[in-house]
């Protein structure tokens, strides 16, 4: 169990959550009945979904955690595993979503997950990265965005030479150059290891970076999961020239799951605080990110820091595929529970049912221990 609450970069302990929402007494409320296919009961706390009844011997992933590499001596191994990715294990709200297959990324003994590891480091210091394929079944490699290295260290094996094969080990030296939010993946058969899931944040904090109230990372995605389904066996066929993108997920989760407070990725603030969301889209298509009740400034792109001349209030922020845009606002509304989703509104869809998709929200810690957030806690599965 992770020891913090919401997306990836969140300090809010588990037991600020707790008294937030009234020691969770609200989550347990009667008449509370989440949105199913069928407009049957809602997954109880007791109940066994779908996703947990599966045959499969591979294991989950887990929400992607952050690594302080400087405070390893500037070096991190990652490792590539097969394992299911379960973005929204629940009955409610058109799920279950499942991902069979991925190739998830972990680092150094930690758990694999979708999306892979937040490595994150400060301007000047150089990172050693060693891609541990030891134990792996195909080859790969790592390409890190945004910072300037050696070309040996470009992670593409058509113009390097360097690729890591099942058995081996190979280590990439990446410096951290180039301050800003970038992404790494691996670069082999980029077409189908980026749709299985192997890609990740790089974080490079500028010398004498000053973190905002609150501060997190959020990577988009589209996936076919058809190539998922075909690499677990089943009896379909992946065609990466006509995509058919049917899964969409914010840090590897489908809404409501994004909603989970240990599982996914809320946005959890308090009235005045300074809020800063890293978004990379990791996906194959635009994502327009829009925030409800909130203006935003655009102040960081691929690393670029804007000028504070352009900048400008907005709510939409269209990202590129591979693009990385940090958004900064202020958690100025009434507390309550606002919407963060992709405006392009098939995308925030699970299946047939809406909502769901690529969907999130930011939550005011003061609008935690009313009657709407236990029901979003049940759609989400939280048992507190």
Same mark, same amino acid.
């Given at each position: 169990?992770?020891?913090?609450?919401?997306?990836?970069?969140?300090?809010?302990?588990?037991?600020?959550?707790?008294?937030?929402?009234?020691?969770?007494?609200?989550?347990? $409320?009667?008449?509370?009945?989440?949105?199913?296919?069928?407009?049957?009961?809602?997954?109880?706390?007791?109940?066994?979904?779908?996703?947990?009844?599966?045959?499969?011997?591979?294991?989950?992933?887990?929400?992607?955690?952050?690594?302080?590499? +400087?405070?390893?001596?500037?070096?991190?191994?990652?490792?590539?595993?097969?394992?299911?990715?379960?973005?929204?294990?629940?009955?409610?709200?058109?799920?279950?979503?499942? $991902?069979?297959?991925?190739?998830?990324?972990?680092?150094?003994?930690?758990?694999?997950?979708?999306?892979?590891?937040?490595?994150?480091?400060?301007?000047?210091?150089?990172?050693?990265?060693?891609?541990?394929? @030891?134990?792996?079944?195909?080859?790969?490699?790592?390409?890190?965005?945004?910072?300037?290295?050696?070309?040996?260290?470009?992670?593409?094996? @058509?113009?390097?030479?360097?690729?890591?094969?099942?058995?081996?080990?190979? @280590?990439?030296?990446?410096?951290?150059?180039?301050?800003?939010?970038?992404?790494?993946?691996?670069?082999?058969?980029?077409?189908?290891?980026?749709?299985?899931?192997?890609?990740?944040?790089?974080?490079? +904090?500028?010398?004498?970076?000053?973190?905002?109230?609150?501060?997190?990372?959020?990577?988009?995605?589209?996936?076919?999961?058809?190539?998922?389904?075909?690499?677990?066996?089943?009896?379909?066929?992946?065609?990466?020239?006509?995509?058919?993108?049917?899964?969409?997920?914010?840090?590897?989760?489908?809404?409501?799951?994004?909603?989970?407070?240990? +599982?996914?990725?809320?946005?959890?603030?308090?009235?005045?605080? @300074?809020?800063?969301?890293?978004?990379?889209?990791?996906?194959?298509?635009?994502?327009?990110?829009?925030?409800?009740?909130?203006?935003?400034? $655009?102040?960081?792109?691929?690393?670029?820091?804007?000028?504070?001349?352009?900048?400008?209030?907005?709510?939409?922020?269209?990202?590129?595929?591979?693009?990385?845009?940090?958004?900064?606002?202020?958690?100025?509304?009434?507390?309550?529970?606002?919407?963060?989703?992709?405006?392009?509104?098939?995308?925030?869809?699970?299946?047939?049912?809406?909502?769901?998709?690529?969907?999130?929200?930011?939550?005011?810690?003061?609008?935690?221990?009313?009657?709407?957030?236990?029901?979003?806690?049940?759609?989400?599965?939280?048992?507190?």
């Amino acid at each position: 169990m992770r020891n913090y609450v919401g997306a990836p970069g969140s300090t809010v302990s588990r037991r600020e959550f707790l008294a937030a929402t009234g020691s969770v007494g609200a989550l347990g $409320l009667a008449g509370c009945t989440a949105p199913t296919n069928g407009d049957s009961a809602a997954v109880g706390a007791d109940e066994t979904t779908v996703a947990q009844t599966s045959e499969s011997s591979l294991p989950y992933t887990s929400p992607p955690e952050v690594v302080q590499v +400087d405070e390893q001596g500037g070096q991190v191994t990652l490792k590539s595993a097969p394992a299911r990715h379960a973005a929204h294990p629940l009955e409610t709200m058109g799920g279950p979503v499942e $991902l069979p297959q991925v190739w998830a990324f972990s680092a150094d003994d930690g758990a694999p997950s979708v999306p892979g590891p937040i490595l994150r480091t400060t301007e000047g210091n150089d990172m050693e990265v060693t891609l541990d394929n @030891t134990d792996g079944m195909r080859p790969h490699t790592v390409h890190f965005h945004g910072v300037q290295k050696a070309w040996e260290d470009d992670g593409v094996p @058509t113009t390097t030479g360097i690729r890591v094969d099942p058995g081996e080990k190979h @280590t990439y030296t990446i410096p951290a150059n180039v301050p800003g939010t970038h992404l790494y993946h691996c670069h082999y058969q980029t077409h189908r290891h980026i749709e299985m899931g192997m890609y990740g944040i790089l974080r490079v +904090d500028p010398k004498g970076y000053e973190p905002a109230d609150r501060e997190y990372f959020m990577t988009v995605r589209d996936w076919d999961s058809r190539l998922p389904r075909q690499m677990a066996g089943e009896n379909v066929t992946y065609d990466p020239r006509n995509r058919k993108p049917d899964v969409f997920t914010v840090n590897g989760k489908s809404a409501p799951r994004t909603l989970h407070p240990e +599982d996914g990725s809320p946005i959890i603030v308090e009235q005045g605080d @300074t809020v800063r969301v890293h978004y990379v889209n990791a996906g194959y298509m635009s994502h327009p990110m829009h925030i409800h009740n909130h203006r935003f400034q $655009l102040v960081e792109k691929d690393g670029g820091v804007i000028p504070e001349a352009a900048r400008h209030d907005m709510d939409v922020t269209n990202i590129a595929p591979a693009e990385r845009h940090t958004v900064e606002f202020t958690a100025d509304a009434q507390p309550g529970i606002y919407l963060m989703h992709c405006h392009k509104v098939n995308h925030v869809m699970n299946g047939n049912f809406y909502p769901g998709g690529m969907l999130s929200g930011v939550v005011y810690k003061e609008a935690m221990d009313t009657d709407i957030f236990a029901s979003l806690m049940e759609y989400a599965g939280y048992e507190g």
